[in-house]
């Protein structure tokens, strides 16, 4: 099994930022991909962005340009700067790691992006 937990969430004005970050212990070796989902009220949980073990990272078009993924391997840890923010990135922000053919979540952390 594989824990992930995230931090960093909060009530932030539109145009601040804020960064996650998300710790993996466990069985994390063969984590071959970490990633944050988000998922808004009545809305369904999207991907935001995901970094590969090698490095190489994606993001949904919405977040491109605003928000940047990293890792530090080191740490076990994955960070999500997210800049510009907007009060359509009001959601809570799920951590996420795939090792194998399993996904793990984390418990999810609350980002309110309002004046």
């Known amino acids: 099994q594989v824990q992930l937990v995230e931090s960093g969430g909060g009530l932030v004005q539109p145009g601040g930022s804020l960064r996650l970050s998300c710790v993996a212990s466990?069985?994390?070796?063969?984590?071959?991909?970490m990633g944050w989902h988000r998922q808004a009220p009545g809305k369904q949980r999207e991907l935001v962005a995901y970094?590969?073990?090698?490095?190489?990272?994606t993001y949904v078009d919405s977040v491109k340009g605003r928000f940047t993924i990293s890792r530090d391997n080191a740490k076990n840890t994955v960070y999500l700067q997210m800049n510009s923010l907007k009060p359509e990135d009001t959601a809570v922000y799920y951590c996420?790691?795939?090792?194998?053919?399993?996904?793990?979540w984390g418990q999810g952390t609350q980002v309110i992006v309002s004046s």
């Open positions: 996420n790691a795939k090792r194998l053919s399993s996904d793990f």
């Open positions: 466990g069985s994390i070796s063969g984590i071959y991909r």
């Open positions: 970094i590969t073990n090698g490095g190489s990272s």
